[in-house]
């Protein structure tokens, strides 16, 4: 069999590999993980690659992976990740070329970092309460939906999607 151009893409003795992100979000899950990669970390950023699962051969669209060598996996890299809305994107903590974790990051059941409510009314979008700590309930997982606390807005994919290119 002739082999395909991503099988070509290196092994990483230590690090992460995040995989199966859909090739339509890879943009925004970039934009997520670039925070985490310009210390000197090298990463390998494939997009656009052939989707496969085990076992068939078929093929299931088209997705991004990201393999960094660095452990830069950290809770709020996983909640901006879950945020994403999209499931199927799976992190892989390899040790020694091995994967020691493979899991789907869940959707945190309350924040208070990340999210800010959109609600200009809301008492956490005044100045004066700048110190005033947001507050995000899960209210739905599909759609992702996220209510504020203090005035009951709610955060749709749309609003969490502009609230992750934020470095916030
Ligand atoms: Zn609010």
């Known amino acids: 069999m002739k082999e395909k151009p991503w099988e070509k893409m290196p092994m990483i003795e230590n690090g ?3 995989d199966h992100v859909p090739t339509d979000r890879g943009p925004l899950v970039y934009l997520i993980v670039l925070p985490y990669i310009t210390n000197g970390i090298t990463a390998n950023i494939r997009t656009n690659i052939p989707s496969q699962k085990l076992g068939d051969g078929k093929e299931y669209g088209k997705k991004w992976v990201f393999k960094i060598e660095d452990d830069i996996i950290d809770t709020t890299l996983e909640n ?3 945020l994403t809305g999209e499931k199927e994107i ?3 903590r390899i040790v020694n070329y091995e994967v020691v974790e493979k899991y789907h990051p869940e959707l945190p059941e309350e924040l208070s970092s990340i999210l800010q409510c959109t609600n200009p009314n809301c008492v956490t979008s005044h100045d ?3 110190g005033q700590r947001q507050r995000f309930k899960l209210v739905s997982e599909e759609p992702v939906v ?3 606390e203090y005035c009951g807005n709610q955060l749709y994919q749309e609003d969490i999607d502009k609230l992750l290119q934020k470095d916030i």
Do not use: M, R, S
């Open 90 to 92: 799976t992190i892989n």
């Open 80 to 82: 901006k990740i879950a």
């Open 146 to 148: 996220y209510e504020c």
């Open 128 to 130: 004066y309460h700048a």
């Open 16 to 18: 992460v590999v995040i």
